[in-house]
């Protein structure tokens, strides 16, 4: 939680230029192998994977504990980010918090979120979902218009479009790949292998990389990030203040808290298909209960060992 | 074991019978009701009307909480403050589950005396960490959502915490049915787990320098907590 919105200053724009061809066409082939790999999907798959999303997450039964081979280095960039944390993003978050109001950072946080429309609609359709998807592209028209650039969400509170939340991370666990090994990374924070892959393809799916210069990109980037970091640093200070008062063992607090968010995310994800499913049996009501009965016993079991 | 409250058969027929008179309709009810409770209170051994229900037990407790909360007696003396709503928390939390879960496998290799300690710390820090929070609190809100029973043993409580102007948080219970009593064994706060994430700190402290450092680690947070009372 406390390192999740530590991203700032910097974005491996150079990296993901090597990684992926930097024109409109790639990026459409990329869509099309990955449509045409969906289709062959098997319908079971999904429903197979709730099952395994609900097993406690990676825990090898010796140790119990995450994946984290590289925990020495990790540490140390950990520690890292906690002390630009403590000198930079938060002294700048609360001076940010004195100067503007509440309802104003708000209204910001909302801008930054959607002008990232693009990652949530292509993963909603990667994954298929196309009335999430066409929903964040009705929403994204809606608030930029009617919403003045985003600043307010009308779609949400008039038309009652919520957002659906997507990145490329959630998309490779949706087909099952698994989460690797843990990273902590200076700059941006807790990720985990399968994460770290998607958040730099969600990136890539960007198209001011392909319009700007190397330079340019580089400094929208680090502006954007640094300045949604702190906008939404400043709505939850006591939160960063607090998280050494509930922890021993602050590394593993962060972790925890990174891999069960993203846990939730993806069961979410993985519900969808569920919900599709049973909507369609007459009686659907007595087994949605059931399902959702079985897998709160799964998730259950995996906390109370 | 068979729950009847769970089902909530018989309070709200006995309270309709009584209200509605007594009439033809009535007296069917209420001979039914009973028929229904002496069945499950001889399966049971036990009455069956005493049997608590999650939901109930969750709200009291809460609201009991809320009301010290709001009480202006305990404003300014974070120490009191902790100390009444220990009384009013004990007896809700299953320490010990919470423990021996906190641990997972490390559990087993623990003595019994050092698995009685390990409580005892646990329930401290506990304590100290989010009963010693509550001082902070101005005026929040607490909306009860729904409860989903996990068979006849397990539950799950939903709740909100409103707070003005910003996003509610979602706090979820759950809870165990132990000697007839509903005990909470881990908290959710937005969705993650408390246990687990004090699991994974202590396996992390466990099995890189051992649980007598864990011990250690422990008792300083306590301490460190402790102090920040007394200079409040």
């Not at chain 1, 608030?143 to 957002?163: C, I, Q, R």
């Not at chain 2, 229900?53 to 009480?71: G, I, R, Y």
Request: aromatic share 12%; net charge positive.
């Amino acid at each position: 939680m406390v390192q999740r919105k530590l991203r700032i200053f910097l974005r491996l724009a150079s990296c993901r230029r090597l990684l992926f061809v930097p024109s409109g066409a790639s990026f459409a082939i990329l869509c099309l192998v990955w449509y045409s790999l969906t289709l062959l999907a098997l319908p079971g798959r999904a429903v197979a994977q709730v099952a395994a999303a609900n097993k406690p997450a990676d825990s090898s039964a010796s140790s119990y504990a995450y994946s984290d081979p590289l925990a020495p280095l990790n540490e140390k960039f950990f520690k890292f980010n906690l002390e630009l944390d403590n000198y930079v993003t938060r002294p700048v978050s609360k001076g940010w918090a004195k100067v503007a109001p509440l309802p104003v950072r708000k209204a910001i946080g909302r801008f930054f979120d959607n002008i990232n429309v693009i990652p949530r609609f292509a993963n909603n359709l990667f994954q298929l979902k196309f009335k999430y998807a066409g929903e964040e592209v009705a929403r994204f028209l809606i608030n930029t218009t009617v919403g003045l650039a985003g600043f307010f969400d009308p779609a949400d509170s008039w038309f009652g479009l919520k957002e659906h939340p997507q990145d490329f991370g959630i998309t490779l666990g949706y087909y099952g790949v698994g989460m690797g090994p843990y990273l902590m990374i200076p700059f941006f924070g807790p990720f985990d292998l399968r994460d770290g892959v998607g958040y730099l393809v969600d990136g890539a799916m960007n198209p001011i990389d392909y319009l700007l210069s190397l330079v340019q990109v580089v400094y929208i980037y680090t502006g954007v990030i640094a300045a949604s970091s702190v906008n939404y640093e400043s709505q939850h200070l006591d939160l960063f203040e607090d998280a050494d008062r509930y922890s021993v063992d602050l590394y593993g607090a962060v972790q925890d808290a990174y891999i069960q968010r993203r846990q939730q995310l993806l069961r979410q994800a993985l519900e969808y298909n569920q919900k599709k499913t049973l909507d369609v049996q007459p009686n659907g009501s007595s087994s949605t209960q059931k399902d959702k009965q079985t897998s709160q016993r799964a998730a259950m079991r995996g906390t109370n060992f | 074991m068979v729950r009847v409250g769970l089902e909530g058969i018989e309070p709200p027929k006995l309270g309709g019978s009584q209200k509605v008179n007594l009439g033809c309709f009535g007296w069917t009810v209420l001979s039914v009701a009973t028929v229904v409770i002496l069945y499950f209170a001889g399966a049971n051994g036990r009455v069956a009307l005493a049997a608590p229900d999650p939901m109930t037990e969750v709200k009291n407790t809460v609201n009991q909480v809320l009301a010290v909360l709001n009480d202006p007696a305990y404003k300014n003396s974070p120490r009191k403050l902790r100390d009444r709503l220990r009384e009013i928390v004990e007896g809700h939390l299953d320490f010990t589950a919470m423990a021996r879960s906190a641990l997972g496998p490390h559990w087993r290799e623990l003595s019994k005396s050092d698995q009685e300690e390990f409580v005892n710390l646990f329930r401290r820090l506990m304590e100290d960490t989010y009963i010693g929070k509550a001082a902070n609190y101005s005026g929040e809100k607490v909306e009860f959502l729904n409860v989903y029973n996990e068979g006849p043993n397990y539950a799950q409580v939903n709740t909100n915490i409103i707070q003005p102007g910003r996003d509610p948080i979602k706090v979820t219970y759950r809870l165990e049915l132990k000697d007839n009593d509903w005990k909470v064994y881990d908290v959710l706060v937005d969705e993650i787990s408390l246990i687990s994430n004090y699991r994974t700190q202590f396996n992390r402290v466990i099995n890189r320098d051992g649980y007598p450092k864990l011990v250690e680690l422990v008792k300083n947070k306590i301490q460190q907590l402790d102090a920040s009372f007394d200079s409040k």
